[in-house]
């Protein structure tokens, strides 16, 4: 008996006519001898590729699962070839996109934690996936499971593939510059808002006016910190200028309020009102200029010598 003519699985899923994935992994390939054999046969293959013996065994092994379902004449299939390897990934399925005409599920399996996890995942997919590979995709951590849906979607969002759904976050990584805790503040304000907006509101949080403003340019709702101080904007319009105690709920009250105008249609997403004129840094965020005049600094002038 032919293995084409042993498939259960294909021939139910024909009989009632469900899609089927028909994937290879790198570490599951079957047959260790054989695998060796063929590798070596195959070594010819892609031998200017990092890993081309185990690239061809993989496509190998994937035509010879489809002639199992192509014998039956069942072609309602999606196919995968995975691997630990973000190279190997890359290099596989842009080889069984050329060859094949199915559907494309992609992954990184084995990739670990999500710390590692995600950029072995993100590097691999999101170069297949800019390169208009790929039709599904599943993240894989050796962790909790929502996480690997979450990341999923937003490596789709980032790459402007699907809708996003939720709040957009844009922080800075903070420098020298920065005179509050905005660490703390990214975090409370993604643990609050994240869950209760449902809006592709974007929202800017930013450690000072240096590079603030020109970052916050296209968020609905933004902040620049100061010294210990934080200007709030909606599109662009200034609305309220709280010392860093307050900016957490001034800036959230502020969220809230815009996503009502917008569900309301007072407000449209993107839209910038004015545009973003940077704070005096001396002043109106305070930077310096209480110690200023509290003599607790000098105050420089450049070009004239004291
Ligand atoms: S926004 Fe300001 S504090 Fe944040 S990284 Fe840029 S320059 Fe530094």
Do not use: W
């Amino acid at each position: 008996m032919s293995p084409a003519s042993r498939c259960p699985s294909g021939d139910a899923c024909k009989e009632r006519a469900i899609p089927i994935r028909i994937g290879v992994n790198e570490g599951s390939i079957i047959e260790r001898k054989d695998k060796l054999r063929r590798a070596e046969e195959l070594g010819k293959f892609f031998a200017d590729r990092k890993s081309g013996h185990m690239l061809a065994l993989m496509i190998a092994k994937l035509e010879e699962y489809l002639d199992i379902f192509d014998a039956r004449g069942f072609h309602d299939v999606a196919i995968s070839a995975k691997s630990m390897d973000a190279a190997m990934v890359i290099d596989v399925y842009t080889e069984i996109s050329q060859r094949f005409d199915y559907p494309l599920h992609l992954g990184v399996t084995h990739a670990g934690p999500r710390d590692t996890g995600a950029i072995r995942s993100i590097a691999a997919l999101s170069t297949l996936i800019a390169n208009g590979i790929g039709d599904t995709l599943r993240i894989s951590y050796a962790s909790d499971h929502l996480d690997e849906v979450k990341d999923g979607l937003e490596l789709l969002y980032c790459l402007g593939k699907r809708e996003r759904k939720g709040v957009e976050l844009i922080a800075c990584p903070t420098c020298g510059r920065i005179q509050v805790d905005l660490f703390t503040l990214v975090k409370e304000v993604e643990k609050k808002l994240m869950p209760e907006l449902v809006l592709p509101i974007k929202v800017a949080v930013m450690g000072c006016i240096v590079n603030g403003p020109g970052e916050a340019e296209g968020a609905d709702v933004a902040v620049f910190a100061g010294d210990r101080r934080g200007i709030i904007y909606v599109q662009g319009q200034k609305v309220a200028n709280v010392p860093e105690a307050e900016i957490l709920d001034r800036l959230l009250a502020e969220c809230r309020a815009f996503e009502a105008k917008v569900k309301a249609g007072e407000a449209k997403l993107g839209e910038k009102l004015v545009e973003i004129v940077p704070p005096d840094p001396i002043g109106e965020l305070g930077s310096g200029a209480d110690k200023i005049r509290a003599g607790l600094v000098e105050q420089v002038t450049i070009g004239k010598s004291s």
